[in-house]
């Protein structure tokens, strides 16, 4: 692809041309060299217009109803006169690599509304893949214009920590009535969240929705704040009739003006922009590693010689080390 290329692109995000931002996030998750260099550069030219949006990471157990609260909430944003984007982070298929979850069919009426874009990040079956999609594809809609890009997380696993990584407020959605209600979240995941949500505030679950969100208050009084300015409020909310979710964001844009006064809005981004970074020399460092053909061929022998229990891991590993070394170009 050649300079006129890149160029239509850029010009394509910047007039928020749907269906360039669409090619253009496609041009990201390629994984092809050429499509790689290109996208990069393309990004290059669009940071100075990135940085406005605000980035909401949401993440949730199984049933929690994620989908149902993003599209309602993302609803009531576009209905304030927002332009809203939605990056789905979806398990992979093993055989296309394709998303597995149907974001635009869970999502109905906000894919149809005008005022918002959804855009679903298949992993490539890694986290390192959501990562290092996900993040280029949430500067993309930001030059693009979108004042609100969310983030949604499939709630599983370390990608909770790899989502609250590239946002600045991080929503953990629970419910009640199904059990102990701290059984289900780790203390780490609390650690991470700037609210917590319990939904399905509706109906007879009313009570025990409020008993839940008593329960979380107190494990919240039990960890330390992550950050000096903020105390995380834990709220009660009904994605399915849309009760608490202007609360929701009246808590969200507290905290931006909270964290922006006190200099750690952002502190946060770029230190969040420094781990991005020494991330991508870690994979690049590893990918050259293992790319290398001397290592391809040593790799089996130190994998049966562990297997057969004739070598330690750690001398195993230091053996292909050395051997890097010793055999640099």
């Not at 946060?268 to 690049?284: C, I, P, S, T």
Request: glycine share 8%.
């Amino acid at each position: 692809m050649d300079r006129p290329d890149i160029e239509t692109y850029i010009e394509g995000v910047l007039k928020r041309d749907r269906r360039r931002i669409a090619k253009a996030i496609t041009l990201i998750e390629s994984t092809l060299p050429a499509h790689q260099e290109m996208s990069r550069e393309i990004l290059d030219r669009l940071i100075p217009y990135t940085g406005k949006a605000i980035r909401l990471g949401v993440t949730g157990l199984p049933g929690a109803g994620k989908s149902t609260f993003i599209e309602n909430f993302g609803t009531l944003l576009t209905e304030k006169g927002y332009r809203v984007a939605v990056l789905t982070v979806d398990p992979s298929s093993p055989k296309t690599g394709g998303s597995i979850l149907a974001d635009k069919t869970r999502m109905e009426k906000l894919a149809t509304n005008d005022r918002a874009f959804i855009r679903p990040s298949p992993s490539g079956g890694t986290l390192g893949g959501v990562a290092r999609k996900t993040r280029e594809t949430l500067f993309l809609c930001e030059a693009a214009g979108f004042d609100v890009v969310i983030v949604e997380t499939v709630g599983v696993g370390q990608s909770e920590v790899t989502v609250a990584s590239m946002v600045d407020f991080f929503l953990v959605l629970m419910i009640a009535g199904a059990g102990d209600e701290l059984q289900g979240i780790k203390k780490g995941v609390l650690e991470l969240a700037d609210a917590i949500a319990v939904n399905k505030a509706d109906g007879d679950n009313v009570e025990r929705t409020l008993m839940a969100r008593r329960q979380y208050e107190v494990a919240f009084h039990l960890l330390n704040p992550a950050s000096r300015s903020w105390t995380p409020p834990v709220l009660a909310c009904s994605a399915l009739t849309g009760d608490g979710l202007g609360k929701i964001w009246d808590v969200v844009c507290d905290h931006r003006d909270i964290m922006t006064a006190s200099g750690e809005f952002e502190k946060k981004r770029r230190e969040q922009a420094l781990d991005w970074m020494w991330f991508l020399v870690r994979e690049g460092l590893a990918d050259w590693f293992f790319g290398r053909e001397a290592i391809v061929r040593l790799v089996p022998e130190m994998v049966r010689a562990i297997e057969t229990g004739t070598m330690t891991p750690t001398s195993a590993a230091s053996r292909m080390l050395a051997f890097l070394k010793n055999n640099p170009s």
